[in-house]
């Protein structure tokens, strides 16, 4: 057994790591990049290193680094974690050469599954059913063109060395494919630096079940089924194990398959094989395809720990150690039912823009396993991936783990950045998904429900005017009103863009009366805590001129500035501003150009999405302030309209 090892990731998978690590009694090594100095899985570790930099290629995909600072703090072993260098050959060689242990596959195992052609052509030989489709090397678009036709629409074109959801076309009708081509392939270009492509089949009603494998190289076991349907634009939003509806024939189908895939590749480690089911068909045993293999640890790996009480990280130490597997097939059983919920910084009303931000709050209630690479304080900075945590529930039946999520969402408190915290507690209350109807259409069939913010609630906005009033705290009563006469004051919080007036009229040193407009909330002071209309208020967080009121899912309402309000609005019509800091990846207007509103104006990637930006007005493009290929922070100038009338 080794004594150290060094994590070569960040946030909650480092954490996550780590934690297991030193139950272990191992020692461990974290490495970051200069903004994750100050992170919480570098204060976890017995040792940190620094890489520098901040963006991944500067810091966390640097091999050579990650390698000399394992040599340096006389690690053993190398954890990757997932992303960054997890499925990366060339580094598990240079890992391996330097006489170092990668807990995980070995190159040539990655290598083999690396492009979903060839991981594809290869499962074909092993008798694994394999979704219909073009795996060919012709990449003459013509020709693909008449392999779409063969295979029949719908298509789907995926890039193969894709991940994540990325280089993806769905092609309905002949005559988009050649633009859709077109796209997937720049898409693939920018993002993997390969732009070959495979045509698929393109399932119908789709749902996407993955099987958790294990193996020592040689034997392999599988752990049971993971459904990931619940997914928006292909990435999952909330997974579940095991998978609703599944028969006991079509699980050991498709364990049977899973474990003849490890084994052809003599896989080692922890690995998830992908298959896609048609819903539209039922769970039949003879209805599943694979799609791909990701040769790591799996983001959604904790539902899985929860129905089978496996640590899967430390089946994964033990293994790279050299110990054999340490569980036989029979050995293995599922209890109960898991779901988790990815929590993102994200603004979904906004179409779901990636968020930063510094979080001023973070709690999670008692009885869910909450996986997080963040604590209060710790700011998402836009160079990484925006997850704040996984929160995951687990109970003896499907339908009690999901009310469990969705009452563990409602008392997750998270201040600081908007979150998809509302949206995944609309998943979780969602009829259909209740009744176990999940494929992976589900989010955008329902999508304006499940986006829409819910209207505040009147006591929640009675609770934000007495805080933004500063009435909430021990301080005398009278504070701050001290100079109206009367004892009367009206403020104004915007809450999802919208601007609500809130006059508070104070009766009596423990009494104020708030008028928000629907309805008049009566607000009293009992031993010292506020109660609105005879309920105790919920908890909030105040930071600067935001109130975060932890009711619902929490409504973050912003004290408007009276006076900063009218030039804002004057310029916001004028200039286009970044909505979240990102890259320039195309501008589609000239200086003196006239414009309609709508019009797209440029395209701007941040974390793994691409975002278009349009005309607020139609008018006359004065000034482009940016070129492709530049990074802009949030909120900065990137196109100004002469004036109205110019
Ligand atoms: P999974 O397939 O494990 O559920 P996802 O589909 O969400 O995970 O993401 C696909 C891969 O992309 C994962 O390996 C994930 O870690 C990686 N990834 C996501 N965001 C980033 C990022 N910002 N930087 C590096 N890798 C990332
Ligand atoms: P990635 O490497 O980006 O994870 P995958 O091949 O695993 O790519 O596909 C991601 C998602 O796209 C799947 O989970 C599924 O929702 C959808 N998908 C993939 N292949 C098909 C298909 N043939 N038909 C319908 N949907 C598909
Ligand atoms: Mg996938």
Redesign the pocket.
Known sequence: MFDTILIANRGE?AVRVIRTARAMGLRTVAVHSDVDAAAQHVAMADVAVSLGGAS?AES?LRGDAIIEAAQATGAQAIHP????L??NPDFVEAVEAAGLVFIGPSAGAIRKMGLKDAAKQLMDQAGVPVVPGYLGADQDPGHLEVEADRVGYPVLIKAVAG???KGMRLVERPEEFVDALERAKAEARTAFGNDAVLIEKYIQRPRHIELQVFGDGTRAVHLFERD?SLQRR???VI?EAPAPGMTPEMRAAMGAAAVRAAEAIGYRGAG?V?FIVDAADGLRPDGFWFMEM?T??????PVTEAITGVDLVEWQIRVAAGAPLPATQEELSITGHAFEA?LYAEDVPAGFLPATGRLTHLAFPEGLRADSGVRAGDEISP?????IAKVIAHAPTRDVALRKLARGLRDTQVAGTVTNLAFLGALAEHDGFAAGEVDTGLIARDLDDLAALPAPEPSALALAALVAAGLDGPAHWAQGFTLWQPLERSLRLSVGGAVQSVILRVDGPDRVRIETGTKTVMAERRDGAWYLDGVRAAAHARAGAVITVFSGFGTRFEIVDPLAQQGAAEEGAALTLAPMPGRVVSLHVRAGQSVAEGDRLAVLEA??MEHGLRAARDGVVAEVFVAEGDQVDAGAPLIRLEEDGA
């Open positions: 998978i991944p966390y974690g997932y992303g960054f997890s499925e991940g994540g959801g990931c292909h990435q999952k997974e998830t992908e990701n790591r640890l799996q983001v959604e790996h990815r160079h990484y991936d925006p997850m974390m793994k």
